[in-house]
């Protein structure tokens, strides 16, 4: 009777030693890609209006600007995006569908976005790197 306990403490003791090592190997390899995941986190989850931020900056002393888009903004199929460019811009107030002296562009593509600067008589200042353009009001 003895021996069978004692082998069973013995097999318990290097199961118990197995998954011990196991766990510090795993943690070793894991931890440079957790590290690697955490310094990217932000990048991973874009802040809302990202694509926006920039124009903030060339924007500092407006206080309203319009906001002119081919997408369809209606409540059913609109994607937020108006939202997301109100929320980054703020304190600048978006008045959509309206030409102003500054204006601010979002088109699904080039052409749509030279047909409204012609449409609406404005001349492109900045285009920012996803397509968000800054346009003045020709006099």
């Not at 003895?2 to 013995?10: D, G, I, N, P």
């Not at 562009?105 to 609406?120: D, F, G, R």
Request: charged letters at 20%; proline letters at 4%; hydrophobic letters at 40%.
């Amino acid at each position: 009777m003895k021996l069978t306990q004692r082998y069973t403490q013995v097999l318990q003791f290097c199961v118990l030693c197995s998954a011990i090592i196991l766990t510090i190997i795993s943690f070793y390899t894991l931890t440079p890609e957790i590290i690697k995941v955490r310094k990217n986190w932000s990048n991973d989850k874009p802040y809302p209006g990202a694509a926006f931020l920039d124009l903030k900056d060339k924007l500092k002393s407006l206080k309203i600007a319009g906001y002119l888009t081919n997408k369809d903004v209606s409540s059913e199929k609109n994607d937020g995006e108006f939202l997301m460019a109100q929320y980054a811009l703020a304190p600048i107030v978006l008045d959509l569908g309206q030409t102003h002296t500054v204006n601010i562009i979002s088109t699904t593509s080039k052409e749509a976005l030279v047909a409204i600067l012609q449409q609406h008589k404005l001349k492109p200042l900045y285009i920012n790197k996803h397509g968000k353009t800054i346009a003045i009001k020709i006099k």
